[in-house]
């Protein structure tokens, strides 16, 4: 047993407690704050065009440069998370969009405020990276999975809060308030999270075992259990790390890890954007008025809770990998009806039911699964890169939305998402490993390919 396995070994067999909730707060808030800082754009975005502080087309640049930014920052945590650690990145990323938004909140123009929202863009990107793959390293095997949609539902419920608070603050006392409670919240937070330890599992993989088995013992004290009453096969020894390149992730050894987490996030991206973004203005275009077509959508949205809920309870027992396919294959179902519905209860009923696919896929997808594929010393780059490409398809994406919805209708956005669908849940089906209830060690000692022994010929 290595030492990184003994680390997991240990880390996996301890009973939940305090310290597993207190972690899970901590990530939790950091994530809260940065989802906020995502979702009160809508309504300052708003606020600046009806002051006259704005335009479309500025406010454009605006919604673009926040995703070049967050795809940056996925990128970004992923490379200094493997590199410098778990501690040093999150802590990083938080303080760049806590400061960034509360420079924006402080804005002289428009121009510096797209200016300090692609720095935010850059913080935020990196969270969800390192959030969800801290959280992992923790948390034991049998509770891994349901920690993450936990996870994923905490963070989800700031869009409610971003749209009251919106609509509380911004007529009375204007948009900056909105950047600086995400700003002062952000640094709260990150005061609170300088007594968080580093990943064990990273040290250990970085070859500081001396280290890991420090922290180990701690965490093993505040949970109640004996750090000497574990009996590793072999002794723990400081080791010399082999480096991880990036190009690993390419190996034969881990391209279909990296396939696999490319497409899912992807997949949920679009299809995220394309229907929960989009359903406002395909109601409108059906005919109906623009209060009604809130007041849809609202209904709609509630699935979301629901599909976190319904994702905590499957996955440790169906599993991440099959309980993304099985909620694709439904999405899809649900998918086809929306266009049939005619009525405004079949309307918010298709929309309840595909709302909590969506969110199903979530909370199994980039809250767990991503961060599973791949092993400790490539975690964050192999999630930072699947973030990334997932960010940067959703810049195009609108874009094919819109030319689908005036060449086809709604019909033809149907069609995209079921066909993205479908194409998600047959990679993960024919490649995709299944992660539950296994040790992250476990799930990511994959074979390397036999090769085949010379010859010898006889001449």
Same mark, same amino acid.
């Given at each position: 047993?290595?030492?990184?396995?003994?680390?997991?070994? $240990? &880390?996996?067999?301890?009973?939940?407690?305090?310290?597993?909730?207190?972690?899970?707060?901590?990530?939790?808030?950091?994530?809260?704050?940065?989802?906020?800082?995502?979702?009160?754009?809508?309504? =300052?975005?708003?606020?600046?065009?009806?002051?006259?502080?704005?335009?479309?087309? !500025?406010?454009?640049?605006?919604?673009?440069?926040?995703?070049?930014?967050?795809?940056?920052?996925?990128?970004?945590?992923?490379?200094?998370?493997?590199?410098?650690?778990?501690?040093?990145?999150?802590?990083?990323?938080?303080?760049?969009?806590?400061?960034?938004?509360?420079?924006?909140?402080?804005?002289?123009?428009?121009?510096?405020?797209?200016?300090?929202?692609?720095?935010?863009?850059?913080?935020?990107?990196?969270?969800?990276?390192?959030?969800?793959?801290?959280?992992?390293?923790?948390?034991?095997?049998?509770?891994?999975?349901?920690?993450?949609?936990?996870?994923?539902?905490?963070?989800?419920?700031?869009?409610?809060?971003?749209?009251?608070?919106?609509?509380?603050?911004? +007529? @009375?006392?204007?948009?900056?308030?909105?950047?600086?409670?995400?700003?002062?919240?952000?640094?709260?937070?990150?005061?609170?999270?300088?007594?968080?330890?580093?990943?064990?599992?990273?040290?250990?993989?970085?070859?500081?075992?001396?280290?890991?088995?420090?922290?180990?013992?701690?965490?093993?004290?505040?949970?109640?259990?004996?750090?000497?009453?574990?009996?590793?096969?072999?002794?723990?020894?400081?080791?010399?790390?082999?480096?991880?390149?990036?190009?690993?992730?390419?190996?034969?050894?881990? !391209?279909?890890?990296?396939?696999?987490?490319?497409?899912?996030? =992807?997949?949920?991206?679009?299809?995220?954007?394309?229907?929960?973004?989009?359903?406002?203005?395909? !109601?409108?275009?059906?005919? @109906?008025?623009?209060?009604?077509?809130?007041?849809?959508?609202?209904?709609?949205?509630?699935?979301?809770?629901?599909?976190?809920?319904?994702?905590?309870?499957?996955?440790?027992?169906?599993?991440?990998?099959?309980?993304?396919?099985?909620?694709?294959?439904?999405?899809?179902?649900?998918?086809?009806?929306?266009?049939?519905?005619?009525?405004?209860?079949?309307?918010?009923?298709?929309?309840?039911?595909?709302?909590?696919?969506?969110?199903?896929?979530?909370?199994?997808?980039?809250?767990?699964?991503? +961060?599973? &594929?791949?092993?400790?010393?490539?975690? !964050?780059?192999?999630?930072?890169?699947?973030?990334?490409?997932?960010?940067?398809?959703?810049?195009?994406? +609108?874009?094919?939305?819109?030319?689908? #919805?005036?060449? #086809?209708?709604?019909?033809?956005?149907?069609?995209?998402?079921?066909?993205?669908?479908?194409?998600?849940?047959?990679?993960?089906?024919?490649?995709?490993?299944?992660?539950?209830? $296994?040790?992250?060690?476990?799930?990511?000692?994959?074979?390397?390919?036999?090769?085949?022994?010379?010859?010898?010929?006889?001449?």
């Amino acid at each position: 047993m290595n030492t990184t396995s003994s680390i997991g070994a $240990r &880390l996996d067999r301890l009973p939940l407690s305090g310290f597993h909730y207190r972690l899970l707060g901590l990530i939790a808030a950091g994530m809260f704050f940065d989802s906020f800082d995502i979702y009160i754009a809508g309504s =300052v975005l708003a606020a600046l065009i009806n002051s006259h502080e704005s335009t479309l087309a !500025l406010n454009a640049t605006f919604v673009s440069v926040t995703f070049i930014g967050m795809m940056a920052g996925a990128w970004l945590s992923g490379v200094l998370g493997d590199r410098f650690g778990r501690r040093f990145t999150y802590q990083f990323n938080l303080g760049i969009y806590g400061f960034a938004s509360i420079a924006a909140a402080l804005a002289p123009s428009m121009y510096w405020l797209i200016f300090f929202r692609l720095v935010m863009g850059v913080g935020m990107g990196a969270e969800i990276v390192v959030g969800y793959g801290t959280l992992s390293e923790f948390i034991p095997a049998d509770w891994r999975g349901r920690f993450g949609t936990v996870l994923n539902l905490i963070i989800n419920t700031s869009l409610f809060l971003a749209a009251f608070l919106g609509w509380l603050i911004i +007529p @009375h006392f204007g948009w900056r308030w909105m950047f600086a409670i995400a700003g002062v919240g952000a640094l709260v937070v990150w005061f609170l999270r300088k007594s968080m330890p580093e990943s064990p599992r990273w040290l250990a993989s970085q070859g500081r075992a001396a280290e890991a088995e420090k922290i180990v013992a701690t965490i093993e004290t505040r949970c109640g259990v004996s750090p000497n009453s574990y009996v590793a096969q072999e002794p723990l020894a400081e080791t010399t790390a082999t480096p991880a390149r990036i190009r690993d992730l390419f190996s034969r050894r881990l !391209l279909t890890r990296t396939i696999t987490g490319i497409t899912v996030l =992807v997949g949920l991206f679009t299809v995220n954007y394309a229907f929960v973004s989009w359903i406002p203005t395909f !109601l409108v275009q059906q005919g @109906h008025s623009v209060s009604n077509s809130l007041g849809l959508t609202t209904l709609m949205f509630a699935g979301g809770p629901l599909g976190s809920l319904i994702a905590f309870a499957l996955a440790e027992r169906l599993g991440r990998k099959w309980g993304i396919v099985l909620f694709s294959l439904v999405g899809i179902g649900f998918g086809v009806s929306y266009p049939f519905a005619q009525s405004e209860i079949a309307i918010i009923a298709a929309g309840f039911a595909i709302t909590c696919c969506i969110y199903v896929l979530s909370s199994l997808s980039v809250a767990s699964y991503v +961060p599973e &594929l791949f092993p400790t010393e490539l975690r !964050l780059r192999g999630a930072g890169l699947c973030n990334a490409i997932g960010r940067g398809v959703n810049i195009l994406v +609108p874009y094919a939305i819109a030319a689908v #919805f005036a060449g #086809f209708g709604i019909v033809g956005v149907i069609s995209l998402i079921a066909g993205t669908l479908l194409l998600q849940a047959v990679i993960v089906a024919t490649i995709g490993p299944e992660t539950k209830n $296994r040790s992250l060690e476990d799930i990511a000692d994959v074979p390397l390919p036999v090769e085949r022994a010379p010859q010898n010929v006889n001449i």
